[in-house]
């Protein structure tokens, strides 16, 4: 799945706006799996831990 499409589907579940700010490769494809229950910091965290040069900010 394209960053962009799990972006999009984020937002959605959690009903949130999310900003990528200059990805490092938008072409990078990613085979990630979540099950109910996690929360949105917890995917980010995945997420961060998967893109590497991930950075994120969570503002209520």
Do not use: A, H
Request: hydrophobic share 35%; proline share 3%.
């Amino acid at each position: 799945m394209w960053l962009e499409d799990i972006i999009k589907r984020l937002e959605r579940r959690f009903q949130v706006k999310i900003t990528v700010r200059d990805p490092e490769d938008p072409n990078d494809y990613y085979s990630v799996k979540f099950v109910n229950g996690e929360n949105l910091e917890q995917i980010m965290k995945v997420l961060k831990g998967i893109e590497g040069n991930f950075i994120y900010e969570i503002q209520e």
